[in-house]
């Protein structure tokens, strides 16, 4: 049972949000005991069984009902949660008639596993669904069924294609309730923005809905309270209230969750203006001129695992020598450390084509995680300038941060908080310490057909690539649709050249193909098509499945490198099989893989190698080791760089709350 009071109002003043508040140990404990519990059972099927029969006590007295009696159930249903508290029974009957008016409207009527996923999140849990599932339709239940109730609701994913996609497909049933629905677009203008979040529901991505948070914080300044908004809301000479953006953080809908506010976490929101710094184009050239006269192993280290950079005193020394005629700023032994190791790390941790894209006569980067480029994001402290010198293309001004947020903290602020992913089990401990977010897995509407063959793990990189060529060669003589996954761009485009070689016609989907993707992904499906993508595939799309293909094994993915996170291999290999279709999928890899080489030096796998024949994969046991123990390894690494960073994050919050300053 819920209160009504999550909407902006006299209870929680004109733009409500939570508040940071630290937790005990006793009650972090308690915390962390009472999700375990939840998790075991709210999987229970009883349970279940009970929420479906609690929504649909309901569908006999709405199936057969005229549209004007059913348009009056909305009305009385908006009525009662408007003004009573939310029992079970109260958002039992709004779900029906959701479900209900979304079968009239848009031909689709939630199956029990889409309605027992938009109940957990409605009560502000994490659903995670299998690939397939609709997570689309199922948000629906959940954000009607709060905007119904007053309750500004977002809708948050991971790019403007998705938010406006998913927008569009639920519109029809949004306004069949009488509720509003906006789009917030990187390119949408301050007035359109304001306009969409003052909707009843609003599809937006992370990133938009942070950034416009920050400049709402710049706004409001020190005097946030709720008194404070009141009084400049009666004086309209000095009213701030007309320039905000948000309503407030009432309830997101948080689609892809894990990757949101799990792998997203290590990067923070910063908002900036470009600095006047007009002799800045000089000292990155200059700075890449002595980077290139330093000695790897004997100047400077570098680790790859760590991917920092880090100068001997002897390169320190020689720093000092090659930078004395330039004089001025490299006169400061602190900047031009600073200098010289932002320059390396251009120069040998980032790369053309797995990290940044040059389109367009810019440095564009690419995001680790979904494939896709983010052409207004920028690495911080002069690294985006080296890499532009470094690629010879126009460097931009340096930003001077305005304000800064991570996600973490950004995600903690809201009054309810619910979300869907098809993997989040393995970082379920996180999510549930970080953001109070219990993780429910949903059965699948129908059983799973997906085969996923064992690993084949070959010694070197091109014994890798030969089986994939095989198994492509194969899979497609059979009329089976092939989706193949790499890590980077690079290797996407390396292993298009391999089938162009070998006489195989195919389609290559990465960030450079981003604006086709909804037309490669619509064809990926058919007979014998074979579709070459980063992990730009994995999430958010769906192939169809073309005519006959069920007969022939359905869709076929193969996974040819490990990713730093497994539920990203899983996304991948989710694109297989989905909603009860038939479908397969494999990983071919090899000990050379650049993850497994960060980890294991070459006699490893040079005993491995001589213990085998050539062209053969290794033994199952002795592939395995390498490339699971690496991935597991990043994993955990990956969870301790987020929570040294939710440390951090903690204490500049108390810092800055302490100062008075506003973010």
Same mark, same amino acid.
């Given at each position: 049972?819920?209160? /009504? ?15 940071? &508040? ?33 929504? @649909? ?24 949660l ?7 029974d ?6 029906a008639?959701?479900?209900?008016k ?41 954000a009607?069924?709060?905007? !119904? ?31 509003t ?18 909707c009843?529901?609003?599809? $937006? ?23 404070? !908004? ?26 892809e ?29 200059d700075?890449?001129?002595?980077a290139?006269?330093? %000695?790897?192993?004997k ?31 490299? $006169?400061?032994q ?9 320059a ?30 983010m =052409?207004?994001?920028s ?6 300038q080296?890499?532009q ?8 001004? %340096? ?27 393995e /970082? ?34 091109d014994e890798?690539?030969?089986a994939?060529i ?8 059979n009329?089976?649709? /092939? ?24 389609? /290559? ?40 293909? $069920?007969?022939?094994g359905?869709?076929?993915?193969i ?5 730093e996170?497994?539920?990203?291999? &899983?996304?991948?290999i ?23 080489a960060?980890?294991? =030096? ?11 024949a ?11 080791? =390498?490339?699971?123990?690496?991935? %597991? ?21 108390? @810092? ?8």
């Amino acid at each position: 049972m819920y209160s /009504v009071s999550l909407r902006p109002g006299i209870a929680l003043g004109r733009y409500p949000e939570r508040h940071d &508040r630290r937790p005990g140990w006793l009650e972090h404990t308690a915390t962390a005991l009472a999700s375990r519990l939840t998790r075991r059972r709210r999987s229970r099927s009883a349970y279940f069984n009970e929420v479906c029969s609690l929504i @649909q006590q309901y569908r006999p007295e709405l199936v057969d009902t005229s549209e004007t009696d059913l348009n009056r159930a909305v009305e009385n249903a908006r009525a009662r949660l408007l003004s009573e508290r939310h029992t079970d029974d109260l958002i039992a009957n709004a779900f029906a008639i959701i479900r209900e008016k979304s079968g009239r409207t848009l031909g689709m009527r939630h199956f029990d596993c889409q309605l027992i996923g938009g109940w957990v999140i409605f009560h502000g849990m994490l659903a995670e669904m299998h690939t397939g599932e609709g997570k689309t339709l199922t948000a629906a239940l959940p954000a009607a069924t709060a905007a !119904l109730a007053g309750i500004p609701v977002h809708v948050v994913t991971v790019n403007d294609y998705l938010a406006e996609r998913d927008a569009e497909i639920m519109r029809p049933l949004y306004e069949s309730l009488g509720l509003t629905v906006g789009i917030i677009a990187e390119s949408s203008k301050p007035a359109e923005r304001q306009a969409a979040y003052g909707c009843n529901i609003t599809y $937006c991505t992370n990133k938009q809905l942070a950034f416009d948070y920050l400049k709402d914080r710049l706004v409001l300044g020190r005097s946030s309270g709720r008194i404070q !908004l009141e009084v400049d809301r009666l004086d309209r000479q000095r009213a701030r209230h007309g320039e905000l953006l948000l309503r407030g953080l009432c309830f997101a809908i948080v689609d892809e969750a894990d990757s949101v506010l799990i792998d997203e976490a290590r990067t923070p929101l910063i908002l900036s203006r470009p600095a006047d710094s007009k002799e800045e184009t000089q000292i990155f050239g200059d700075s890449l001129l002595l980077a290139a006269q330093m %000695r790897p192993g004997k100047d400077f280290l570098i680790d790859t695992r760590e991917r920092t950079i880090t100068l001997t005193d002897g390169g320190e020394e020689r720093l000092g020598h090659l930078a004395e005629p330039l004089g001025g700023i490299w $006169c400061a032994q602190r900047r031009r450390r600073e200098l010289i190791v932002q320059a390396l790390t251009a120069q040998y941790l980032f790369c053309r084509d797995k990290h940044y894209l040059v389109r367009d006569d810019k440095v564009q980067i690419i995001d680790e995680y979904t494939g896709r480029v983010m =052409p207004d994001r920028s690495w911080e402290r002069g690294l985006h300038q080296m890499v532009q010198a470094k690629e010879g293309v126009e460097i931009s001004a %340096r930003n001077e941060t305005l304000a800064k947020i991570s996600y973490q903290r950004f995600f903690r602020r809201y009054l309810r908080l619910g979300g869907m992913s098809g993997t989040a089990h393995e /970082v379920a401990g996180e999510l549930s310490s970080v953001y109070g977010l219990n993780v429910v897995s949903i059965p699948t509407n129908r059983p799973s057909q997906r085969r996923v063959l064992p690993d084949q793990v070959y010694a070197t990189r091109d014994e890798k690539w030969q089986a994939v060529i095989a198994e492509v060669r194969n899979r497609q003589a059979n009329g089976q649709p /092939v989706l193949v996954g790499t890590r980077t761009v690079e290797e996407s485009e390396y292993l298009g050249t391999l089938l162009k070689n070998a006489g195989l016609k195919h389609d /290559v989907l990465n960030a450079r193909q981003d604006h086709r993707e909804a037309a490669i992904v619509a064809r990926a499906g058919e007979s014998g098509r074979i579709t070459v993508a980063t992990n730009i595939a994995g999430r958010g799309t769906d192939i169809a499945l073309g005519p006959g293909v $069920c007969e022939q094994g359905g869709l076929h993915v193969i996974v040819t490198e490990r990713h730093e996170a497994g539920r990203i291999d &899983r996304q991948l290999i989710g694109r297989a099989a989905r909603q009860g279709d038939p479908g397969s999928a494999v990983s071919i890899l090899s000990i050379e893989d650049e993850l497994v080489a960060m980890y294991y =030096p070459n006699a490893l796998y040079w005993s491995i190698d001589r213990a085998t024949a050539r062209g053969n994969p290794l033994p199952r046991w002795a592939g395995a080791i =390498p490339t699971r123990i690496t991935q %597991r390894l990043l994993e955990r690494r990956h969870a301790q760089i987020r929570a040294e960073l939710f440390k951090l994050d903690q204490q500049l919050s108390d @810092q800055m709350a302490f100062a008075g300053r506003p973010e």
